[in-house]
């Protein structure tokens, strides 16, 4: 395809340096809102428009099947206006509509076909159904070009099989979810299992890796992989055999990769391997009509829960680049021009991340005007955060003709934090969107505990008796449960009148009598206590007698952790719906019909078509960006979160996720507190995030900076001058009642300082020394 004009001319100085890299080495460091899909896509065009470079000569990766769909979709317009310039001399959308789908379709057939642009796992599975027969792992294990992909059930049941059947583990020890978990830790770090059994310092590791090898054994039998194979295969593949690397590396002239930040240590290999053919002399290595180009930015490195390792996009200087300072190399350039957001919300930006150590100095700079400022916003609890962030939404929705409900974002940290939010945007008719989650009542562990609540309240309720009767798995198979219901239907009564009589249960359950039998005698305990005691202490109690609690516990990953947050969410709901109807019915089988009407997927309150106000973790916002951002539940403890505050490591990744969350916003930015939050059923006073602390004063604008209802130290007496002590990280101190600790943390300063202390046998405790009264311990 032939070009007149100059298709980089809108492109800025940083943005186009890029782009004409044409041989070698090139890491893009790309800011957030700096342009880098376009970087990359113009990049590829350039390739093809200017050093005719043949298409299936480029390797494209992604890290989302919707980032690939979209640089295709960029890459098909940028030809197609070409083409519609050099065939029609006119502009791409001055042309017919026939003409313009005439001219994309030559562009599909031309060039998008016989690119290879997609994620990690789609290219590199689709090389494995070229090559896999070539490959046999440490144990002769083979597999051939049909292989099946066995997605995450799959995976699952073959785990849970050789745990409790091959090896006859105790499941709570050796919990399949959490096995799994360290079996695909284990491949992306690119251990095989004997690598893996050689790590492992203990006798758990140590049969999690027979576990591991038992499993490869039977996916190799199966002729299949699991999702983390489709990487750490074809690396392995590439290392044991020169021919096949050879010839992938040949074609492979011109390899991208997007979200560099976010590879793990064997996606890193993978590409080096690619790259380099192998070759591990740097200065052997020919770069003639070969590059490699980079994008990603340190600074929104958030998943390490996922093995990304962002120290790999750190260390592309010296693995690949030239490795001069950042103002004389020529294998990095710097994006830094934002086309997002606000200036005084790239400022606050720019501030924050500048706490962090490790990272490429970048600052970002802004392309548009001032903007507002930052509103920060202190609420008494997160009950009343809510309805400051949904009062805002009606107000600007209302004000601002321009505006729609799609233009509103609330970001906060833990998916359980969504409910309060909720509940004020179904009562107020705001129609509302999870994004990357499910509503707060349509979470699978909500439903357990609602279904076992019901089942308490309405011993008829079958279908709440039947989703909870093996749940946690208790024993009860298949097979008996459907005797007892069988039994039910043909004798015309509920299932709960065979189930609480035991000479029925021991006549049809036969050896799973005793399992139904003390799930009938837990659902009667809880039935004898309705008149008795309040809502929330039945459905703790229920948590405790069924194990659900204490079987997310023993599975030990982040999405358990993330549950049992929930189930202590809905405790909370409870506890606050005694609290709004005190002196009313609140009863349980009152909240349980409060609930019913609650938010859930039967009864939705956004129609096809219609914009809805967009509710996410931060860790689901990244890509995304929005007119206006709220991000709420700015608390130590919380945002940043408690394990984070004695790992500097840690405490830097939670920083990127609040840089992440603030230039998400292009016009307005609201950030929130609680001056108290209700956490795990107790409420506890909150404290101000050390990140609103590391914002710029000047930038930040609120009504209530000092909050009477928060400020409760007496004045000091007249004449006299308060004294206000200094305290140093590393002192040990005596707590009247939680004994020896040592200050690892100090937030504030002068008369607003605390402290954050770690006790010996209770953990990290936030403390007002005034208030404690708190001892030195020379």
Request: proline share 3%; glycine share 4%.
């Amino acid at each position: 395809m032939t070009t007149n004009i100059d298709f980089l001319s809108h492109l800025n100085p940083s943005q186009r340096q890029a782009v004409e890299h044409y041989c070698g080495p090139l890491l893009v460091v790309a800011g957030a809102g700096s342009g880098k899909t376009r970087a990359l896509t113009y990049r590829i065009a350039n390739l093809i428009l200017k050093h005719r470079v043949n298409p299936e000569n480029i390797l494209a990766v992604t890290f989302t099947n919707k980032a690939a769909r979209e640089m295709k979709d960029r890459i098909q317009r940028i030809f197609a206006e070409n083409l519609a310039i050099n065939q029609h001399g006119k502009k791409f959308d001055l042309l017919p509509e026939y003409e313009q789908t005439q001219l994309k379709s030559k562009v599909y057939r031309t060039i998008i076909k016989d690119m290879w642009c997609g994620t990690f796992h789609s290219l590199f599975s689709r090389i494995l159904r070229w090559d896999i027969e070539k490959y046999q792992d440490e144990k002769r294990r083979t597999w051939n070009k049909n292989f099946s992909i066995f997605d995450e059930s799959d995976v699952q049941s073959l785990i849970k099989e050789i745990v409790t059947k091959d090896l006859n583990l105790d499941n709570k020890k050796f919990e399949p979810k959490s096995v799994r978990y360290a079996i695909s830790n284990a491949k992306n770090q690119g251990f095989s299992p004997q690598e893996f059994e050689r790590e492992q310092p203990n006798y758990r590791g140590r049969v999690i890796a027979d576990v591991y090898n038992r499993y490869q054994d039977r996916l190799s039998q199966n002729n299949a992989l699991d999702f983390d194979d489709l990487i750490l295969v074809p690396t392995r593949l590439f290392q044991q055999n020169e021919q096949v690397l050879a010839y992938w590396h040949r074609k492979f002239c011109h390899v991208l990769v997007d979200e560099y930040q976010d590879t793990n240590r064997t996606q890193y290999d993978l590409i080096q391997l690619l790259v380099t053919n192998g070759e591990e002399r740097k200065h052997e290595w020919n770069w003639e009509n070969r590059s490699v180009f980079v994008v990603g930015d340190a600074d929104q490195s958030i998943y390490s829960f996922r093995m990304a390792d962002f120290t790999i996009l750190l260390e592309f200087q010296e693995n690949f680049g030239d490795g001069l300072p950042d103002d004389d190399t020529r294998s990095m350039v710097k994006l830094e021009e934002n086309y997002r957001s606000c200036e005084n919300i790239l400022q606050a930006a720019n501030e924050l991340i500048e706490n962090n150590t490790q990272r490429i100095d970048k600052i970002l700079k802004a392309t548009r005007d001032p903007g507002e400022k930052i509103y920060c916003h202190q609420a008494d609890d997160e009950i009343a955060e809510a309805a400051f962030v949904i009062n805002q939404i009606r107000t600007l929705e209302h004000q601002n003709p321009e505006l729609n409900w799609g233009d509103f974002a609330i970001l906060y940290r833990t998916n359980a934090q969504s409910r309060p939010f909720e509940e004020l945007l179904f009562k107020y008719q705001i129609p509302y969107t999870v994004v990357g989650g499910m509503k707060f009542y349509d979470r699978k562990e909500i439903k357990d505990a609602l279904a076992y609540l019901r089942a308490i309240s309405n011993p008829a309720d079958t279908v709440s008796l039947l989703r909870v009767i093996n749940t946690p798995r208790r024993g009860i198979g298949k097979a008996t449960i459907d005797a007892l219901v069988n039994a039910s239907q043909q004798l015309s009564t509920t299932l709960w009148e065979i189930l609480s009589d035991e000479t029925s249960v021991h006549t049809l359950a036969g050896r799973s009598a005793k399992a139904v039998n003390n799930f009938a005698a837990m659902i009667k305990k809880g039935q004898e206590q309705i008149t008795k005691v309040p809502g929330s202490e039945i459905l703790q109690g229920i948590l405790e007698d069924s194990g659900y609690i204490e079987d997310l516990q023993n599975q030990g990953t982040d999405e358990a952790d993330n549950r049992i947050s929930n189930v202590n969410e809905l405790y909370n709901a409870i506890l606050q719906f005694q609290e709004e109807n005190e002196g009313e019915d609140i009863s349980l089988q009152a909240f349980l019909q409060n609930a019913a009407l609650s938010p859930n997927p039967d009864v939705d309150n956004s129609k096809e078509g219609q914009t809805a106000v967009s509710l996410m973790t931060l860790h689901a916002s990244k890509g995304l960006e929005f007119p206006i951002v709220f991000l709420v539940g700015l608390e130590q403890g919380l945002f940043p979160g408690n394990r984070s505050l004695d790992d500097p490591s840690a405490l830097e990744e939670e920083r990127r996720l609040c840089y992440v969350g603030i230039t998400r916003a292009q016009e307005r930015l609201f950030l929130s507190h609680a001056r108290e939050r209700r956490l795990y059923a107790y409420r506890e006073r909150a404290m101000r995030s050390q990140f609103l602390d590391e914002l710029p004063e000047e930038l930040l604008t609120t009504r209530n900076k000092v909050s009477r209802s928060f400020t409760k130290t007496a004045p000091a007496k007249t004449g006299q001058q308060e004294t206000i002590e200094s305290w140093q990280v590393g002192e040990k101190v005596l707590h009247k009642s939680f004994g020896l600790g040592e200050i690892t943390h100090i937030f504030g300063e002068g008369n607003k300082v605390t402290v954050a202390i770690k006790f010996a046998s209770l953990g990290q405790k936030i403390i007002d020394p005034r208030v404690a009264k708190l001892q030195r311990v020379e």
